[in-house]
């Protein structure tokens, strides 16, 4: 992957400097270009590209524009499940004023699914961050938001997991419980983003199992999120029929007990429950879906699960 504040940037940069007026990125466009090799240093000289390959424009909100430290700001793209389906390898921010490319980032290409349930295929969440570095970054841009505050955002991600586990709003006990496992003592969903900003969040990071944060008494949350096609046709064992097993390796390593819990999303969701064999296991949970009836078509399930537990003792 490569950047650079193009030849363009640069002089409109410094015109603006000069004249004492903002500049104002309000978009990022993506664009699959032809023959593009993101090993090699960006060409600071290009233009905008062929609209014919341009696949995406992304409205950057000033809730996603943060400063780093006075000379380098960094804006941020987060496009969800529901946008798609296209790939990319080539990604532009875009001044307001004058529609000029500011910044050039290139990037191996990069496919973007959106999530369709006539087809069961399921979506793909992609977060791309572009910093500026130039001096006194902070004060042209009028960026006012510290970026440690939304980088990883963390009310979002907790209350949307709180969603997720529990679609009636008010049963995100589940979630509570977790937390006051682990020494957060949670009576609502404020309780709980509280809880995530007053522990000190001091490490976190995403990977191709899911996303964890680490705060600085110990306490690691880790999210994962998967599809998995099953029939669910073992047993019956005490009445109940299971799939084979399903494993979700976590984002980061657990020291000691680890509290799980999940929700599966897809046909016949409504008589799916899920039963660990192994939800304890450091390094990832095993787990079987468990229905009273057999199902023995394979149907695709969404499964997002979140575990807590300790990063060290």
Not at 87 to 105: C, D, L, P, Q, R
Request: overall charge negative; some cysteine.
């Amino acid at each position: 992957m490569s950047s650079a504040i193009t030849a363009l940037g640069q002089t409109r940069i410094n015109q603006l400097r000069g004249e004492e007026k903002p500049l104002v990125i309000d978009r990022m466009v993506l664009a699959l270009v032809p023959g593009l090799d993101p090993s090699q240093p960006v060409d600071r000289n290009q233009q905008m590209p062929d609209p014919a390959h341009v696949v995406h424009t992304h409205t950057i909100d000033d809730a996603h524009k943060g400063y780093v430290n006075p000379d380098q700001v960094v804006y941020s793209m987060i496009l969800g499940s529901d946008v798609g389906d296209f790939s990319f390898n080539w990604i532009g921010t875009v001044e307001a004023v004058t529609g000029k490319m500011i910044t050039v980032t290139t990037t191996p290409e990069t496919p973007k699914r959106k999530t369709d349930l006539g087809t069961n295929t399921t979506g793909n969440n992609i977060t791309r961050n572009v910093m500026m570095r130039f001096q006194d970054a902070q004060a042209l841009t009028g960026v006012s938001v510290s970026a440690e505050t939304w980088q990883f955002d963390y009310t979002t991600w907790m209350v949307a997991r709180i969603e997720e586990h529990d679609g009636d709003g008010g049963a995100h006990q589940d979630i509570r419980d977790l937390l006051a496992t682990h020494g957060h003592n949670i009576s609502s969903v404020e309780g709980v983003v509280g809880a995530i900003a007053d522990g000190a969040v001091i490490e976190s990071g995403s990977n191709a199992n899911g996303k964890y944060m680490r705060l600085k008494d110990g306490t690691q949350i880790c999210t994962m999120s998967g599809a998995f096609q099953r029939a669910i046709t073992s047993g019956p064992y005490n009445g109940f029929y299971t799939s084979p097993k399903i494993e979700m390796p976590y984002p980061a390593n657990f020291v000691g007990d680890v509290s799980f819990s999940a929700q599966a999303r897809g046909d016949f969701v409504s008589a799916i429950t899920i039963a660990g064999e192994d939800i304890t296991s450091s390094y990832s949970a095993k787990f079987f879906l468990v229905s009273a009836n057999a199902i023995n078509t394979s149907h695709y399930y969404v499964i997002r699960a979140m575990a807590i537990g300790r990063w060290k003792e």
